[in-house]
């Protein structure tokens, strides 16, 4: 699938930072992302915040906000006033439904639009160096991280749903994005040979499969889920190696967010829209 219209062939033509009009809904529309200190995610926030009609609230998360790695989300935090600071550790239980309760208290009645559970761990462990504690620790942070954090928060993205303006899926009314990645699709399994990566390749998997089960399960009360591929980025996880930059990455995956739809719940995307197989 690739964007479509004027809107989708603009940002193809101009690769700028150019947002669909259904995605940012001033006043109403309010954005949760996970693991928002760095790399992807502290981008997400960036350019959210940024826009020219930025959500009313961006809610951005990771486990230590006053701490030394949270500094640069500190720093953007304090340049916009939409973006509230929230302790949120995915693999703890009680700390995500802390976060529930603060992002709730700030909301004032309102839902939650959009949950992008970008927080994950990346693992290089080959046949001969994998173990148990590192496929364990591997699918704790991917796949039951995200699966937890969107079963605390549905309440709230049901809320937005159910008041939202409008009808059909989309990421104005309430969605949960899951930020995957392509080493994880069984159908290309590309490069074991050279990087085999067994702990990411199997959580990143799994957590697909956590999505298509969200899709069909939240479909009929209003929500939309799909994974999305940010591409190889130059991040702490994706390397200097790589070959794309974060800033491009995230515009990317902003105007798929804005195309999304009923056809597209429950689909792996990659950030220029591109359907990718499971």
């Known amino acids: 699938m690739r964007l479509q219209g004027a809107e989708?062939?603009?940002?193809w033509l101009l690769g700028e930072n150019v947002y669909s009009l259904s995605l940012l809904q001033p006043h109403c529309y309010n954005v949760l992302v996970t693991g928002s200190n760095r790399g992807i995610g502290l981008e997400l926030v960036?350019?959210?915040?940024?826009?020219?009609?930025?959500?009313q609230h961006i809610f951005a998360t990771c486990r230590d906000p006053?701490?030394?790695?949270?500094k640069a989300l500190r720093e953007l935090s304090a340049q916009h006033p939409?973006?509230?600071?929230?302790?949120?550790?995915?693999?703890d239980l009680p700390s995500i439904r802390r976060a529930v309760q603060v992002v709730e208290s700030c909301l004032e009645g309102q839902g939650l639009n959009l949950l992008i559970n970008n927080a994950g761990i990346g693992s290089h462990a080959t046949l001969q160096s994998v173990d148990s504690q590192e496929m364990l620790a591997a699918f704790a942070t991917?796949?039951?991280g995200p699966l937890q954090v969107a079963k605390e928060f549905l309440p709230l993205l049901e809320k937005a749903a159910k008041g939202a303006q409008k009808t059909g899926l989309s990421c104005s009314r309430a969605a949960i994005v899951n930020v995957s990645s392509k080493v994880g699709s069984i159908g290309l399994c590309l490069?074991?040979?050279?990087?085999?990566?067994?702990?990411?390749?199997?959580?990143?998997?799994?957590?697909?499969?956590?999505?298509?089960c969200l899709a069909a399960e939240l479909r009929d009360k209003g929500l939309l889920c799909t994974a999305i591929h940010p591409g190889w980025v130059k991040t702490d996880m994706g390397t200097e190696q790589a070959p794309m930059t974060v800033e491009r990455s995230v515009q990317g995956i902003l105007a798929v967010l804005g195309s999304l739809s009923q056809e597209t719940s429950g689909a792996f995307l990659d950030w220029e829209g591109n359907s990718l197989p499971w």
Request: proline share 11%.
């Open 46 to 55: 960036r350019q959210l915040a940024a826009s020219p009609q930025p959500p």
């Open 82 to 91: 939409s973006i509230r600071l929230v302790q949120l550790d995915t693999v």
């Open 191 to 212: 490069g074991v040979l050279e990087v085999p990566m067994y702990p990411y390749r199997a959580s990143k998997a799994a957590q697909n499969m956590v999505t298509r």
């Open 66 to 70: 006053d701490g030394p790695r949270g």
């Open 142 to 144: 991917n796949v039951v």
């Open 8 to 11: 989708g062939l603009l940002c």
